[in-house]
């Protein structure tokens, strides 16, 4: 393809991308091709000759395009967003351009200078301390390719502090502490680097967050017996619930366990630090006070395209010491005079994307304000959703909200006053029918969840498009289906008669 | 910005990026700017409200891009080649456009299913066994960050199987093995992890390649003492030299270590396995027969953008079983049914971009026989730049040259006949000197590297715009430095006179 052809394809991807826009209301949220459907399309072996591009851009349209669940779709409140802005797929698009691999400042000094600089602009953004500022010398932040990533790294990173510090320390002893709330990054970076994991209970009652007295307990239980927990990744707003482990209360313990790493993995919730309005439920002055590192994910509800998972730490060092490895081939006369950050030293692959980009682009083209709008704007829209469950009949709240992630279920409302509340093994019998129902819908998509035995449903707010019609239509789609799951049920119930019926309900109490 | 504003705005980002290319040879390949340039530029934090994206654009030509290594420049000879075809650039550009984190299948089964076709044709490109395809449903392949990534997780399977097989092995025992010439990539899995690594020595005498007795008397010796190697990370085309491990003796020791996880990394040369003719020189039929996994990448000269790694293993099982993470949250009806991947526990993180579109584009644009076209054609132009350095005065191979990458130096022609031969601490530091004076040059880059203690000077070709009028004008450049050393050395010893003269010329020897 030369520059000309170039020119032409380009356009016309900038009106496809154009097109997929207007249309993305009217299509389905979710594909409906069944698995294995692109093996009908797609031959075994690439062409021996080349295709004309022509037909290329054609086929991704017609068949890779009806394979793609639409995540930016205004119906769309599974998981947790994934943010897609023009300014994120300009900035891309640019750095795509020019491709580099970025592993140290002298092979394309400017992909190393803006992630030092935005990197603080983000942290500035979040109200972050300046001792975690690349400007500090000292802390200093970098780009990581997801939450999972960031997390890596930093347990990395606390396992190679602990062993300097603790020479005689076997590593079947090590110990990563985590929460049975905490995202499968705790328990993945157990299985990558063979570390245990204990995942520490909490309480439906302190609404999933980490406590002063259980995390007490397992450290000093665990110690006790020779362990050596030497990292606690805790959570500000958890993956299931939203749930925010309590800072406060974790910072007291870490005095009588200062060498304990703590990683505030905020993956999600991390860019409303944004709003001062939430700071002081997200623990802010406590993540500035003993957080070694901290994560979160402007490719979630940040406005940045994926990748860009945002991490800091208190200590650059830590993370240098852990990771540098300079061959010959690497060294720079820069590199070597300490002059520059080599980006290479700070995660875990050698080559790096060009992502400071798009989260420059985004920043400045929303800036402060819009982007504190942008996040408020999908709380507003979650506690209307909220409002919704609060006041309906058979819908019903979990967990308090956080945010804008809500966890609800379907619990009937009894026709009887005296009628036996519904076991625990009913309800969840229900929603699984109830949730079942909603996903084998396409034109809406939640995801599920499980808190301490009880099976929930989550709707999180957080696509660019969606409105508050988005939301009311959401609404009205799930007590369409709770009437039909309600309805279904009670038949199968008349259906059994009588005695079946007392039998069933007796096994459900 | 609204859709028509990303209308104009991507139009005008396509233009651009057509008058980069077309003005790519009249630019430096290194960017002239000093350490923290872009702070004179850019402001300490993100701006309150938000700008105009005109100015931003904008922005990009004037501070980022004076920031830049054109590394797709013709005169960029430094490293490895990283591939960036318009390709390339319109698939990201797509993929970009409805951002997912594909991290299972039901999250967008064309990305899944996409990669596992695309991950096909690629392995019957290379010519690799069937065993290796999805299609077999035992082996498979998927597209990782980089090749050190794509170690780390061949590592951390290799390190779960020999423990699964060998529960009483204790971590302190476990070793990887990589040769003195391996990428620090296996150094760094060694630090990430916390394992011992041991480099194998290899011979200059061998061209650098592990043979059979090194490296059985390595394993002896390990074994005897009571450590575990568990995995050999091979190397097809090292970074410093191109050298090709034995992978046929190699085999025959594995026979003796069947516990050995046999990692072949071809992060560079690996895509040259599309020539037929090249296969036999690059083991293809030993890493058919002895490899557990095997990488490559598409994003160095294999005309995929980064990042393109692909990694292939002889079983799925050993990356699932290592790295399955499944949490409710995460569940769903086709994973639950093992009738789909989910490429997400088949690496490190949980997000994915959707790479393998740009891989899909790339092998239909071209074909097959474009991309072997492409790859005879590097190794063309290096086999003229062989031959002037064969016939050149002063400059020297240092080993064989190794398909489209050339090691050399300076070593300069006795005038006389009689003269004593320089000693390599002087050619050291003569080739210091003549290094630094190229890599002072903006209009080309080379790289640097040490091969047993000998200091070098490398050459990759791979640039797509590289012709042979840029080979002729590196090699000529590349004289005139050479000469000017040469002047320079001599007139520092006649400055010193007959007698420093002799002191130091007894020196040098």
Redesign the interface.
């Given at each position: 393809?030369d520059?000309?052809?170039?020119?032409k394809?380009?356009?016309q991807?900038?009106?496809?991308?154009?097109d997929?826009?207007?249309s993305l209301q009217e299509r389905s949220v979710?594909?409906q091709?069944e698995?294995?459907?692109?093996?009908q399309h797609?031959p075994?072996?690439?062409?021996?000759?080349?295709?004309d591009?022509q037909i290329?851009?054609d086929d991704?349209q017609k068949?890779?395009?009806?394979?793609?669940?639409?995540?930016?779709h205004p119906s769309f409140f599974?998981?947790f967003p994934?943010?897609?802005?023009?300014?994120?797929?300009?900035a891309?698009?640019?750095a795509?351009?020019?491709?580099?691999?970025g592993f140290n400042?002298?092979?394309?000094?400017?992909?190393t200078?803006?992630e030092a600089?935005v990197m603080?602009?983000?942290a500035?953004?979040l109200g972050l301390s300046p001792a975690f500022m690349n400007?500090s010398g000292v802390g200093g932040g970098c780009l990581q390719?997801?939450?999972?990533?960031s997390a890596?790294v930093a347990i990395?990173a606390a396992?190679?502090l602990y062993?300097r510090n603790n020479p005689e320390a076997?590593?079947?002893d090590l110990i990563i502490y985590t929460t049975t709330q905490t995202?499968?990054?705790g328990?993945?970076a157990g299985?990558?680097?063979?570390l245990k994991v204990r995942a520490v209970e909490v309480d439906a009652r302190d609404q999933f967050s980490l406590r002063e007295s259980s995390l007490r307990n397992a450290l000093d239980e665990d110690t006790k017996q020779g362990l050596k927990p030497f990292v606690l990744v805790a959570t500000v707003g958890t993956?299931?619930s939203g749930a925010v482990d309590d800072l406060s209360e974790i910072g007291k313990v870490a005095k009588d366990y200062p060498s304990l790493w703590i990683h505030v993995d905020a993956a999600w919730a991390g860019v409303a630090l944004s709003c001062p309005e939430l700071r002081e439920m997200l623990y802010l002055k406590e993540i500035n006070q003993y957080a070694t590192s901290f994560c979160t994910n402007f490719?979630k509800w940040g406005l940045v395209?994926?990748?860009a998972s945002t991490l800091w730490v208190r200590d650059r060092k830590y993370l240098t010491e852990?990771?540098d490895?300079?061959?010959?081939?690497?060294?720079t006369?820069?590199g070597d005079a300490g002059?520059?950050i080599d980006y290479r030293n700070w995660h875990?692959?050698?080559?790096r994307?060009f992502r400071s980009?798009k989260l420059?682009?985004v920043?400045?083209?929303?800036?402060?304000?819009?982007f504190q709008k942008y996040i408020r704007k999908s709380i507003e829209l979650n506690n209307l959703f909220v409002k919704l469950i609060e006041e309906s009949g058979n819908l019903s709240l979990v967990t308090p909200s956080s945010l804008a992630l809500t966890v609800f279920r379907l619990v009937p409302k009894s026709s009887a006053q005296d009628a036996p509340a519904f076991s625990t093994q009913v309800l969840n019998e229900l929603n699984h029918i109830f949730y079942g129902r909603i996903?084998a819908r396409h034109d809406i998509l939640l995801?599920?969840?499980?808190l301490n035995g009880i099976f929930c449903i989550?709707l999180a707010v957080g696509a660019a498009r969606t409105e508050e019609k988005h939301i009311r239509s959401a609404y009205d789609l799930l007590v369409k289906e709770a009437n039909a799951v309600l309805e279904a049920y009670s038949e199968s119930l008349s259906a059994r008669g009588p005695v079946q019926k007392e039998t069933h309900t007796k096994g459900i109490i």
């Amino acid at each position: 393809m030369d520059i000309e052809q170039f020119r032409k394809a380009g356009y016309q991807a900038i009106d496809r991308i154009c097109d997929y826009y207007y249309s993305l209301q009217e299509r389905s949220v979710t594909s409906q091709v069944e698995p294995g459907y692109l093996r009908q399309h797609v031959p075994l072996t690439a062409p021996e000759k080349g295709e004309d591009f022509q037909i290329i851009a054609d086929d991704y349209q017609k068949i890779i395009m009806p394979g793609l669940t639409h995540w930016q779709h205004p119906s769309f409140f599974a998981y947790f967003p994934t943010a897609c802005t023009f300014e994120g797929i300009l900035a891309d698009l640019y750095a795509t351009s020019a491709t580099n691999p970025g592993f140290n400042w002298s092979n394309s000094p400017a992909c190393t200078e803006l992630e030092a600089i935005v990197m603080d602009w983000a942290a500035q953004l979040l109200g972050l301390s300046p001792a975690f500022m690349n400007a500090s010398g000292v802390g200093g932040g970098c780009l990581q390719t997801t939450a999972s990533d960031s997390a890596l790294v930093a347990i990395v990173a606390a396992r190679s502090l602990y062993q300097r510090n603790n020479p005689e320390a076997k590593m079947e002893d090590l110990i990563i502490y985590t929460t049975t709330q905490t995202h499968s990054l705790g328990l993945k970076a157990g299985l990558v680097l063979g570390l245990k994991v204990r995942a520490v209970e909490v309480d439906a009652r302190d609404q999933f967050s980490l406590r002063e007295s259980s995390l007490r307990n397992a450290l000093d239980e665990d110690t006790k017996q020779g362990l050596k927990p030497f990292v606690l990744v805790a959570t500000v707003g958890t993956t299931s619930s939203g749930a925010v482990d309590d800072l406060s209360e974790i910072g007291k313990v870490a005095k009588d366990y200062p060498s304990l790493w703590i990683h505030v993995d905020a993956a999600w919730a991390g860019v409303a630090l944004s709003c001062p309005e939430l700071r002081e439920m997200l623990y802010l002055k406590e993540i500035n006070q003993y957080a070694t590192s901290f994560c979160t994910n402007f490719h979630k509800w940040g406005l940045v395209n994926f990748d860009a998972s945002t991490l800091w730490v208190r200590d650059r060092k830590y993370l240098t010491e852990a990771l540098d490895v300079t061959p010959s081939f690497l060294r720079t006369k820069h590199g070597d005079a300490g002059t520059v950050i080599d980006y290479r030293n700070w995660h875990l692959g050698l080559g790096r994307r060009f992502r400071s980009l798009k989260l420059w682009f985004v920043l400045r083209s929303f800036g402060v304000e819009g982007f504190q709008k942008y996040i408020r704007k999908s709380i507003e829209l979650n506690n209307l959703f909220v409002k919704l469950i609060e006041e309906s009949g058979n819908l019903s709240l979990v967990t308090p909200s956080s945010l804008a992630l809500t966890v609800f279920r379907l619990v009937p409302k009894s026709s009887a006053q005296d009628a036996p509340a519904f076991s625990t093994q009913v309800l969840n019998e229900l929603n699984h029918i109830f949730y079942g129902r909603i996903s084998a819908r396409h034109d809406i998509l939640l995801t599920q969840t499980t808190l301490n035995g009880i099976f929930c449903i989550r709707l999180a707010v957080g696509a660019a498009r969606t409105e508050e019609k988005h939301i009311r239509s959401a609404y009205d789609l799930l007590v369409k289906e709770a009437n039909a799951v309600l309805e279904a049920y009670s038949e199968s119930l008349s259906a059994r008669g009588p005695v079946q019926k007392e039998t069933h309900t007796k096994g459900i109490i």
